[in-house]
């Protein structure tokens, strides 16, 4: 088992649509998670980060925590075409090491 | 405010040989990653060093080896290239203290491809 699993997608919404994305974690003793917004060829940039269950909301991002399923998810509301781009969830559990998983990728339809 | 800054962006190599890659950390961190990202996949934890020592290292060969001076910048080396080493290596900074509960900023990354 992966330690922290997404779907590959590609996921495609149609702009103004909310996308969904979700990751799976392995590790109970994870405690900071982030989501990193990746654009082709370019390096991984932070867009949220959530450290407590529940929902922590910026702008049009929407980080979801279920420790007890190991489950965090990102929303993002009316999506644009500039959202297009692939989404990696990162988990750390108490050492100096993320842990990413291969990330989903987003298009964002006009 | 400079950024976390990487060298070279590209470059070639072919089996067999050596490379060393250079990262600067953003002004105010003291403590650099690296990571390896192969196409399509997320990136993987090299290792991470902080006042000057390799503090903690991922599932890689002794292969690949760092260094970090005095000034916080780093460097990493990679012997007897493989074809399998071809990916986007990361150089990320942090700054000192917690450290699992900061963000990472990544440097644009080196794109190393051995032929």
């Known amino acids: 088992q992966k330690e922290v699993e997404q779907n590959s997608g590609p996921l495609s919404v149609p702009e103004g649509a909310i996308a969904s994305l979700n990751c799976t974690y392995s590790?109970?003793?994870?405690?900071?998670f982030f989501w990193y917004r990746q654009y082709s060829g370019k390096s991984p940039e932070l867009i949220m980060s959530?450290?407590?269950?529940g929902d922590k909301e910026d702008g049009r991002f929407t980080a979801q925590l279920n420790k007890a399923s190991q489950y965090v998810s990102l929303l993002i509301r009316d999506s644009q075409p500039s959202d297009s781009a692939t989404y990696l969830c990162?988990?750390?559990?108490?050492?100096?090491?993320?842990?990413f998983g291969t990330g989903t990728r987003l298009k964002v339809l006009a | 405010d400079a950024g976390v800054t990487q060298s070279p962006t590209h470059l070639i190599k072919t089996r067999g040989q050596q490379v060393t890659l250079r990262c600067s950390p953003k002004?105010?961190?003291?403590?650099v990653s690296w990571y390896q990202q192969a196409l399509g996949q997320g990136p993987q934890f090299i290792f991470q060093?902080?006042?000057?020592?390799?503090?903690q290292r991922g599932n890689f060969p002794d292969r690949f080896s760092g260094h970090q001076f005095p000034n916080y910048s780093s460097e990493l080396n990679v012997n007897a290239l493989l074809l399998g080493d071809s990916a986007l290596y990361l150089c990320?900074?942090?700054?000192?203290?917690?450290?699992?509960?900061?963000?990472?900023?990544f440097g644009e990354g080196s794109r190393l491809t051995v032929l």
């Open positions: 060093y902080y006042e000057e020592e390799e503090r």
């Open positions: 590790d109970r003793g994870s405690q900071s």
């Open positions: 959530i450290y407590s269950n």
């Open positions: 990162a988990v750390n559990g108490g050492t100096y090491k993320y842990i």
């Open positions: 002004s105010g961190h003291d403590t």
């Open positions: 990320a900074s942090s700054p000192s203290g917690a450290p699992n509960t900061g963000e990472l900023f």
